[in-house]
């Protein structure tokens, strides 16, 4: 185990995603941007956290909302330019906040000038930076792959007379990182925005960057669900040959090698995959290689595919803490900019409180998106105002546009995201005149409150941000609880998942004190033989 005083920023802090489109238009375009990020980090630094990841602000044609870069070493007029991000990277580090933003390192737009040119004849130096190939035999796709945003993974395109892969939108076209001019071109981007002051990197679908040398046909999904929409064809088969190839670990100590020349820079993966694998993102001891890869790949496992459920949720952790090497740090995230609100996938506001507490007391970095500090849900979208291709393409139940809609200021017009009478690119919460920053800021026991208190907990407290870890198997069911140590300090957490009161009784332990409650309405000492909770109540409690 790491010591406490030897942690790195993004061991002991608490990471804040924004995405940029959503967060504070100042130019009155109904489209949020950089300057008005700049705006907030005053709020940012009351709140608490430590470090911003921004989604992509690059130069787009925005067929993904970002994620189709056609350049990566520039800011998007939409969201400023170059300058504005220097100011933002210098206003933050003034506030003491760290600056990670999104790599895109997979794909990219096919407006960018290195596919351009590579579409633009067979013999063109850069047709390898992408994959072509001829079609089938029979004709067709060169193989079965599938799009995460549904159809085929691949292209024809009828000048050079081949096809191109793309695993998301047709517009996002995969880059060939087999190809050394293709690796070093990608470093430099690193470096460009390391220069600029750069704290570090969210990489986007990182697994995904090697495939299969042959690129072989994925076998079919023996589990895929029934009435999957008919042009999803990727969840009809196994991601065995796009993604998660062994051959891409290499790749990554290289990226991380790139890091490694600047100081104290950090490297955040998005990956999933069997925690075995998933385990090896962090370097490999048994390869040689441990501490050499990621610094964090992102760990999902809170978020997906979980339900409401105590012994679920202590489950995932602690199966996640016994397959963790001594030099790899935990971390979790509650939600983001794919997936549906936290406090909607799991019920509402009384367990997105519990979902705070364990978020932000558990061993190692949490991610918090946007809007989960004030209790947003998802919006519902007219089928009409559906912007997310993957919502266009796969159906409204699957557009991800829910959970991106624009921040809740204050009550005025556009809920203080957009000026009055501008339209938002997304429409705004029907909540928004109650659920907003300033209505929670002032209330002593709302959700935003909740988020402070225990940031600025957790923030002062060793045990909190670097201590150990330990369950604690406590009658009845649906609550979980845990201690978190360091030295002589002990700490009890205990959140009750239920819709209806427990009371425990904490082996070994005779009293303590509550610090927090998630009701916001007691601090005070207990008797740890009968605890007793309310319905979705988490205590903190020191010993
Ligand atoms: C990642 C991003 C997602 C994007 C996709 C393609 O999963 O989080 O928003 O659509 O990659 O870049």
Redesign the pocket.
């Known amino acids: 185990m790491i010591a406490n005083d030897n942690l790195h920023w993004w061991q002991r802090g608490v990471v804040y995603q924004i995405y940029p489109r959503s967060f504070k238009d100042t130019t009155g375009n109904g489209v949020g941007d950089l300057q008005g990020v700049i705006e907030k980090l005053d709020y940012l630094h009351d709140l608490g956290i430590d470090a911003l990841w921004l989604?992509p602000f690059y130069p787009s044609p925005m067929a993904?909302?970002g994620?189709?870069v056609a350049d990566y070493c520039d800011v998007d007029p939409l969201f400023g330019d170059l300058a504005t991000f220097d100011r933002l990277v210098a206003e933050a580090h003034k506030r003491r906040l760290k600056i990670i933003i999104d790599w895109?390192p997979?794909?990219t737009s096919d407006q960018h000038p290195w596919f351009i040119e590579s579409r633009s004849s067979r013999d063109n130096p850069k047709r390898d930076w992408y994959f072509w190939r001829d079609p089938a035999p029979g004709g067709g796709p060169p193989n079965n792959w599938g799009s995460?945003?549904g159809g085929p993974a691949w292209t024809y395109d009828e000048r050079t007379g081949q096809y191109y892969l793309h695993q998301?939108c047709k517009e996002?076209p995969e880059l060939n990182w087999r190809n050394p001019a293709v690796k070093a071109a990608m470093f430099d981007t690193l470096r460009f925005w390391m220069k600029r002051g750069v704290d570090g990197f969210r990489m986007?679908?990182i697994g995904l960057i090697i495939k299969d040398k042959d690129l072989r046909d994925n076998p079919p999904n023996p589990a895929a669900p029934p009435n999957l929409p008919a042009n999803d064809l990727f969840s009809r088969l196994l991601q065995v040959y796009n993604m998660d190839q062994d051959d891409v670990h290499s790749v990554i100590r290289e990226i991380r090698g790139v890091l490694d020349e600047y100081d104290d820079r950090c490297g955040i993966g998005?990956l999933w995959g069997p925690l075995d694998r998933w385990v090896k993102y962090y370097g490999d001891a048994s390869a040689g290689s441990a501490g050499e890869e990621l610094h964090l790949p992102f760990n999902f496992r809170l978020m997906d595919g979980m339900t409401w459920n105590a012994q679920q949720m202590r489950a995932v952790v602690d199966s996640l803490e016994a397959a963790l090497p001594d030099f790899a740090w935990p971390n979790y995230v509650l939600g983001?900019?794919?997936r549906t609100r936290l406090a909607t996938r799991f019920g509402g506001e009384a367990q997105a409180r519990v979902a705070a507490m364990l978020l932000l007391t558990l061993r190692g970095t949490p991610t918090i998106y946007y809007g989960e500090e004030i209790g947003m849900e998802d919006v519902p979208i007219p089928p009409d105002k559906i912007q997310d291709?993957?919502g266009i393409n796969l159906g409204p139940e699957r557009t991800?546009d829910v959970c991106r809609t624009p921040m809740q200021w204050d009550a005025g017009p556009n809920a203080g995201f957009s000026p009055a009478g501008v339209e938002t690119w997304l429409p705004i919460a029907a909540d928004y005149v109650t659920r907003n920053v300033a209505a929670l800021s002032a209330d002593p026991h709302s959700i935003l409150t909740l988020y402070k208190r225990l940031l600025r907990l957790r923030r002062a407290t060793p045990a909190l941000y670097g201590g150990s870890y330990r369950p604690l198997d406590v009658e009845p069911d649906n609550v979980y609880v845990y201690l978190r140590k360091a030295d002589a300090q002990r700490y009890l957490i205990a959140l009750n998942f239920a819709t209806e009161p427990r009371t425990l009784a904490i082996p070994g332990e005779t009293g303590g004190r509550i610090l927090l409650s998630t009701h916001l309405d007691r601090e005070e000492a207990v008797s740890l033989d009968a605890l007793s909770l309310r319905a979705n109540e988490g205590v903190i409690i020191a010993l």
């Open positions: 989604s993904d909302f994620y189709d895109v997979n794909h995460f945003f998301f996002q986007d679908v998005e983001n900019h794919d291709p993957q991800r």
